[in-house]
């Protein structure tokens, strides 16, 4: 099935402790995407990738960084995770970036940072 | 499943009813927009887009107006299903933002049995 799997679904920690937020796709996409989702707002994107480390800021990248080593993964890390980063995160792909129909998005991560 | 409703307006409608859920875009040179369908505990998935060139594409039960004069967008829903119970929003791309989407707040739809 073709898809973007996104782990943990859920996640609760510290602030301060690193963590990453994996993000895998199997449709051979060569753009992904990083989005929070807050209460009452639209997606937001954080950052964006057009192929394998070719990687850019979106919207509201402060405090995240990302990778693209490999086509298929777009993993998203918090260095130094703060309470304002508390939200419900989307990984997305497409085939290349403007192809929206064909643009999939994850479950989503929910992420509480205390 | 996943909260993102709060603050955001809230339609309530009959099963078998029509539904119409509008939004107002903000960028009057936007020339493609999209409107998602999110359920609860699910990422958002596409469900029909126009380009500014139309006023109107139908879709299987899903129908998209564009008045570009007051740049509103509307989805109308066909006999409303309980399996339609979702939040709603736009999306629009800017012709000066490049090839990237900006995202409505949403409209959570809630259907009555």
């Known amino acids: 099935e073709a898809q973007v799997t996104q782990n943990p679904r859920y996640l609760i920690t510290v602030t301060g402790k690193k963590l990453t937020v994996t993000c895998s796709q199997n449709m051979n996409h060569e753009y992904m995407s990083w989005y929070r989702q807050d209460p009452g707002l639209g997606l937001r994107q954080i950052y964006y990738s057009m192929n394998v480390e070719v990687t850019d800021k979106g919207d509201v990248p402060e405090g995240y960084k990302v990778s693209r080593k490999e086509k298929r993964n777009f993993p998203l890390i918090l260095e130094s995770p703060s309470p304002n980063q508390t939200s419900l995160y989307f990984c997305?792909?497409?085939?290349?970036?403007?192809?929206?129909?064909?643009?999939?998005f994850g479950s989503g991560t929910r992420l509480t940072v205390v | 499943g996943e909260s993102v409703g709060l603050h955001l307006p809230t339609l309530s409608v009959q099963e078998g009813d029509n539904s119409i859920i509008n939004c107002a875009y903000s960028n009057s040179a936007s020339d493609y927009f999209i409107w998602y369908k999110q359920e609860s505990g699910k990422g958002p998935q596409f469900i029909i887009d126009?380009?500014?060139?139309?006023d109107k594409r139908q879709g299987q039960r899903v129908t998209v107006l564009l008045n570009k004069t007051v740049k509103h967008l509307s989805l109308q829903i066909a006999a409303t299903q309980p399996g339609d119970s979702a939040v709603y929003f736009c999306a629009e791309i800017p012709i000066e933002y490049g090839n990237k989407l900006v995202f409505g707040a949403g409209t959570i739809l809630r259907v009555k049995s």
């Open positions: 126009i380009r500014s060139n139309m």
């Open positions: 997305a792909s497409s085939l290349v970036r403007g192809l929206w129909d064909g643009y999939t």
